[in-house]
């Protein structure tokens, strides 16, 4: 029996690092993400892989996803909820229309696939884990939706740890520093990178696979006795309590 992961937000950056990873231990994995061309795309010639393209906070999408799933490998292991979306801006910059959107995608997202995949996941003791960031573990000037969604991210996995732990599931949250993907290259000004440089006890952006490592590793059977922990994985960054730029 092979065991099977689903990874949202698939289709580049983390999930596609993430999504290569399982593969490379023999896992199949659903990749999921809402860019229909490039979930095409990553996953031509990765076998094992299954793309299902879908808007992770489509409630009505989310409920077709979670059967086609099952109809597609009849069994969920692990659920890497990692779609999100950035968005940098102070209060009274952030207009409502943009909170929703990113609350919508990074919040409500991992509450819609973790509810619908739950039934799939108790019949397995299967794994959860979402990815949060280092915003979620501190407050700054620039992140007033994108770091409450993460702070509800980190919360929401506590609460999925205390409530599906009696049913064998566990779930963590991996919180990252800054990677050069196309969702931090979008909002990382050069000062900001310049800043991270300096404030990181390694000196450095992380890569995407140096994330994917700690996912996988938490969906793993490694892990078995790790649930409602948030891992950073950042270079030291959160140890040095300098505050984000
Ligand atoms: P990325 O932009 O490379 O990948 C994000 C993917 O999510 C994209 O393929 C996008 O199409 C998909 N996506 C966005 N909205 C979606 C939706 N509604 N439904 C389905 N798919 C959707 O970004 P990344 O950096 O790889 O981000 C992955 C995760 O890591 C995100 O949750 C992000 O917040 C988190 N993170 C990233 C960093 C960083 O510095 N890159 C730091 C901390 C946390």
Avoid at 63 to 85: E, F, H, K, P, S
Avoid at 133 to 139: E, F, G, K, P, Q
Avoid at 144 to 168: F, I, R
Wanted: with cysteine; proline share 4%.
């Amino acid at each position: 029996m092979t065991k099977t992961a689903v990874v949202t937000g698939a289709a580049r950056g983390i999930g596609l690092a993430t999504t290569k990873l399982f593969l490379a231990e023999g896992r199949r994995v659903i990749m999921v993400d809402n860019d229909e061309a490039e979930l095409a795309k990553a996953a031509d010639g990765l076998t094992g892989a299954t793309p299902l393209p879908c808007d992770v906070s489509d409630p009505q999408g989310v409920n077709l996803l979670a059967r086609a799933v099952m109809d597609a490998v009849g069994r969920v292991d692990a659920l890497v909820n990692n779609a999100g979306l950035a968005d940098f801006g102070p209060i009274e910059q952030t207009d409502f229309e943009r909170w929703r959107a990113v609350m919508a995608t990074n919040l409500d997202g991992v509450f819609l696939m973790s509810q619908a995949l739950t039934p799939a996941l108790k019949a397995t003791k299967g794994a959860i884990v979402n990815i949060a960031s280092i915003s979620a573990l501190r407050a700054s000037t620039l992140r007033v939706a994108y770091g409450t969604s993460k702070a509800g991210v980190a919360h929401l996995t506590q609460q999925q740890a205390v409530e599906l732990g009696e049913h064998g599931i566990r779930a963590n949250c991996v919180c990252p520093g800054p990677v050069r993907t196309k969702l931090a290259m979008a909002v990382h000004t050069q000062d900001i990178i310049d800043a991270y440089h300096d404030a990181i006890p390694l000196n450095r952006y992380g890569q995407e696979t140096e994330v994917a490592e700690a996912i996988v590793w938490l969906c793993s059977d490694k892990a078995s006795f790790v649930t409602g922990q948030r891992l950073a994985v950042d270079g030291g960054f959160e140890a040095t309590g300098i505050g984000l730029p």
